[in-house]
């Protein structure tokens, strides 16, 4: 394996130049949660426990959208050439620009590697008086190859029966006393576990953004725009195995290298902010994970 990705691996940089630091065609997932277009600076809080805001943590203005999506495509194309033939990608955003942004994937990946997408709510309620508030945000999933990995069978990915599919469906027993129900589909038995649970859908609600946003929570960081260790948990497990790398290349706070690492996946991550940097080494120091960092 070159030396290139063989460790964990921050790059204070611009994600436009991490081809010069990942080998190609070795990441099995790159989770992308890039700048909104939000069309605002945000601060972080200037301490992990406070609410008071400090520094501006990064900058959200664009001269336009079609700017902001030439900006998005050049990084997108990186990223794809870092993928394996079973690789991810990831993309989160909101309304503002997801729609276009899909167009922009199709043309990066193909428009039949489109795998599908998450709608993530937040939790954090809406504001809007004049129309319905933002209360998701969108996770576009494309695929390097035509056989990416995908562990659905994973137990972050499954949610428990409803009641009365238990009460109805669920009678028998096997020899080990596990209940389950048996389907006939196209002439075919399959065989329902009531606790594997049936897989979770599209609509991911049960990752709160509060467990890492509020200053009561030992996750959050200060770091604006951080998210949940659970939503990024439930990514690297989704679609990654063990030892697979993953690259984040908007790190931001570090939250997808904590769950990489906690899940034995390794990692290159990349934020051109100094306030990134700080943050996800004293995130990394304190978990105990090892890496490497550099300014490219
Ligand atoms: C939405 S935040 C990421 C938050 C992160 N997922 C977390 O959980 O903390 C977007 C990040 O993209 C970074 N960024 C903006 N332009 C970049 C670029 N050209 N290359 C790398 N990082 C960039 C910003 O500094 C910011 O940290």
């Known amino acids: 394996m070159s030396s290139r990705a063989a460790s964990n691996l921050l790059v204070h940089g611009d994600a436009n130049d991490l081809g010069a630091h990942i080998e190609p065609g070795t990441a099995d997932l790159a989770y992308l949660d890039p700048p909104f277009k939000v069309e605002k600076s945000f601060r972080a809080r200037v301490a992990a426990g406070s609410r008071a805001l400090g520094p501006v943590a990064y900058d959200d203005t664009w001269p336009s959208l079609a700017t902001y999506l030439a900006w998005l495509e050049t990084r997108l194309a990186v990223v794809r050439e870092l993928l394996s033939p079973r690789g991810s990608l990831w993309l989160h955003l909101d309304s503002r620009a997801v729609h276009e942004a899909k167009i922009v994937c199709d043309r990066v990946f193909g428009p039949r590697r489109f795998r599908g997408e998450i709608i993530w709510v937040p939790g954090n309620g809406s504001k809007s008086k004049s129309g319905p508030g933002m209360g998701h945000q969108t996770l576009l999933l494309y695929a390097r190859g035509k056989d990416p990995l995908w562990n659905g069978k994973d137990a972050a990915l499954r949610e ?11 009678q028998r027993s096997d ?16 065989r329902y576990y009531a606790d594997e649970g049936r897989a979770l859908g599209s609509v991911w609600a049960d990752c709160p953004a509060m467990a890492a946003n509020t200053p009561l929570r030992a996750e959050t960081t200060g770091y604006p725009t951080q998210k949940p260790l659970k939503l990024l948990d439930r990514i690297v497990r989704a679609t990654t195995e063990d030892g697979s790398l993953v690259v984040d290349p908007f790190m931001g706070s570090g939250t997808t290298l904590v769950a990489a690492a906690a899940l034995k996946r390794r990692f290159v991550g990349c934020d051109v902010g100094e306030l990134s940097l700080t943050t996800t080494r004293a995130r990394l120091d304190a978990a105990n994970v090892k890496y490497r960092w550099i300014t490219a």
């Open 160 to 170: 428990p029966f409803a009641a009365t599919s238990q009460a109805m469906h669920f």
């Open 175 to 190: 020899e080990d006393g596990r209940r389950y129900r048996d389907r006939l589909v196209n002439g075919k038995t399959y």
